[in-house]
């Protein structure tokens, strides 16, 4: 799939060998950067996809799945934000939280289709970029997700470090006798530079050996810790509602609806971790059924839990009265319920166990996919013969969080987090549409569509430009007129979409309003990532200068988009296997 390579042994003019060794170097590195996964024809549909040698064992069912979600949204999130955004947005706080969670459905919708059609194995959005566009698209697409997992990872590490410090310190023998360098922010040094934490690093530690046991191991551990959460979460809910004074709830919307929309662009935030359950694709027993009910289920329980806080902390306390550290534990103090201010802690510690257990879990995963195609070392695709766990992936990744979160304050890097999350799941969203437009199979291209196709891309790629217009002319106060320009360009775009293309059937889970409802999923990604800090938009940038570096110095001569294929057969889900041998 490289260039081309022709030997010129007597080449008497050096200039012009030159010329053609960096001609055949370009040549090689386009062709190999835009090659691309072929997606698999489809099979019965009660088969399974799995590895042959290295693969992980389908272990986890619906439930499993359900908690997953769960556990990777539903952090000390609900504890703090739902009462920070509402000292901006008043009781109407929770119309934030609903559009967040509309906008999020969305999203949902394109991965449970995307879920439901691939083979079952890790990669989520990797494997539906390498599929639908290309490989250097994909390789961008999993750097800017990895670098969120892993500053993400490292930054909830140090907050749990804390909360269980708080929890230790309801204890009379520990309040007061714990140094701040063991879990309480750090001890720092070098003017700052550095900032030890010891707790959050043993955290890690601890969460990957759990994590190296085993999927079921792990599972367990996740459901425990996420059923422990949102039975606190529904304490919280029905105690407070007895503490309700509807008053508060008056005026609803106080700064009217720039502050319900800048409120969602916040708490948007909050339920991002659904695509967790999408990457647990190859350790699914009914992964063409299950994933795209435990995407959908996981998301609609945290809207309806975040919802129920909303209401309950608003109307028990006037919402200018709420506290910026712990809203939620503070407005039960002050109605006398000392007691749910100590479920709130332990609640605390639950959710953000879960939130760093998964994205530990997931960031595993997505090494493991790139470790079998080649665009990472071989070592990375490696997998416990017993244990069926990435057992280097999982422990590469627990040394990156644990250097991170023991030696540096990563709280300062929260405002270029969020980066790898809106783009990638824009580009899920464009993926959809890419693999629904009939006669495309993963760029097999023929000169009868292939202006379609590049038609078609223009489209999106006008879409994605258009709501990054809109969000920068709205965050910067603009004239009303330029947002409705850009509005219109991303409307056009979209009929040009719906009309100019013919789309094919879903295979399985299919997302209603293709290609409308991900066109619109990109525009409001692409708008809410024009609210990040303007670091955010600089990280975007050079992370794409270096990875493609890496890419061009080493993952376009390693890798095999075909290896993968090679090494994946068909078989049943375990529990079919007695009753169907091949």
């Not at 606190?232 to 919307?253: E, H, Q, R, T």
């Not at 399985?508 to 692409?526: D, K």
Request: contains cysteine.
């Amino acid at each position: 799939m490289g260039g081309q390579r022709k030997s010129r042994g007597t080449d008497a003019n050096p200039s012009s060998s030159s010329s053609s060794s960096s001609s055949s170097c370009c040549s090689h590195f386009w062709s190999s950067a835009l090659r691309a996964k072929t997606l698999p024809p489809p099979s019965d549909p009660s088969a399974v996809r799995t590895v042959s040698s290295d693969g992980l064992v389908r272990r986890l069912g619906l439930l499993d799945l359900v908690l997953i979600g769960i556990g990777a949204s539903i952090g000390a999130g609900i504890f703090v934000v739902t009462g920070t955004v509402a000292r901006d947005a008043g009781p109407a706080v929770t119309i934030s939280f609903m559009l967040a969670g509309a906008s999020c459905v969305l999203n949902a919708f394109c991965y449970a289709e995307l879920a439901s059609r691939f083979p079952a194995v890790v990669g989520g959005a990797y494997l539906y970029t390498y599929t639908a566009f290309n490989e250097l698209t994909a390789f961008l697409v999993f750097a800017q997700l990895m670098l969120d997992y892993h500053i993400g990872a490292a930054s909830i590490a140090r907050s749990l470090a804390s909360y269980v410090i708080t929890v230790l310190e309801l204890f009379p023998f520990f309040r007061d006798n714990i140094p701040s360098w063991i879990g309480h922010g750090g001890e720092e040094f070098l003017g700052g530079a550095l900032s030890i934490n010891i707790l959050a690093p043993i955290i890690l530690a601890i969460l990957t050996i759990i994590l190296s046991l085993g999927v079921k191991e792990s599972s367990v551990v996740n459901s425990i810790m996420t059923v422990t959460k949102v039975v606190i979460v529904i304490i919280v809910i029905l105690a407070g509602a007895f503490k309700v004074d509807v008053s508060n709830w008056s005026p609803f919307a106080p700064n009217g609806i720039k502050a319900i929309l800048t409120g969602s662009t916040v708490v948007f935030f909050a339920y991002v971790g659904f695509d967790a359950v999408a990457n647990s694709a190859e350790e699914s027993k009914r992964p063409q059924r299950d994933l795209p009910i435990g995407i959908m289920g996981s998301l609609l329980i945290c809207i309806a839990l975040y919802i129920g806080v909303c209401l309950v902390i608003t109307g028990m306390v006037p919402y200018k009265f709420l506290g910026e550290e712990a809203p939620l534990a503070e407005a039960f103090k002050s109605k006398g319920l000392k007691y749910i201010s100590v479920l709130i802690s332990i609640g605390a510690v639950a959710g953000l166990t879960t939130t760093l257990l998964v994205g530990l879990y997931v960031q595993s995963r997505l090494y493991l996919g790139l470790g079998r195609d080649g665009l990472l070392p071989p070592v990375f695709a490696k997998v416990h013969p017993t244990r069926r766990t990435p057992i280097h992936s999982q422990v590469w990744v627990g040394i990156v969080a644990a250097i991170m979160a023991g030696l540096f304050n990563v709280h300062v890097l929260s405002h270029i987090l969020s980066v790898g999350s809106l783009t990638g799941y824009s580009v899920v969203s464009a993926c959809l549409i890419v693999l629904r437009w009939k006669d495309n199979t993963a760029n097999q291209a023929k000169s009868r569509w292939l202006s379609s196709w590049k038609e078609g891309v223009i489209c999106l790629l006008l879409v994605a430009c258009s709501g990054f217009a809109a969000g920068v002319s709205y965050r910067f106060g603009a004239s009303f007129i330029l947002p409705l320009v850009a509005v219109i360009v991303a409307v056009l775009a979209t009929f040009a979409l719906y009309h100019r293309q013919v789309y094919a059937g879903a295979l399985g889970f299919s997302c209603p309003g293709v290609p409308i409802l991900p066109a619109i999923c990109i525009f409001f990604n692409i708008f809410l990532f024009a609210q990040l800090h303007y670091e955010a938009w600089v990280r975007f940038v050079i992370l794409c200068i270096i990875t493609t570096g890496i890419y061009a110095f080493y993952g376009q001569y390693h890798a095999d988009p075909t290896n993968s294929e090679e090494t994946i057969i068909y078989h049943r889900a375990p529990e079919q296997e007695v009753k169907h041998q091949p």
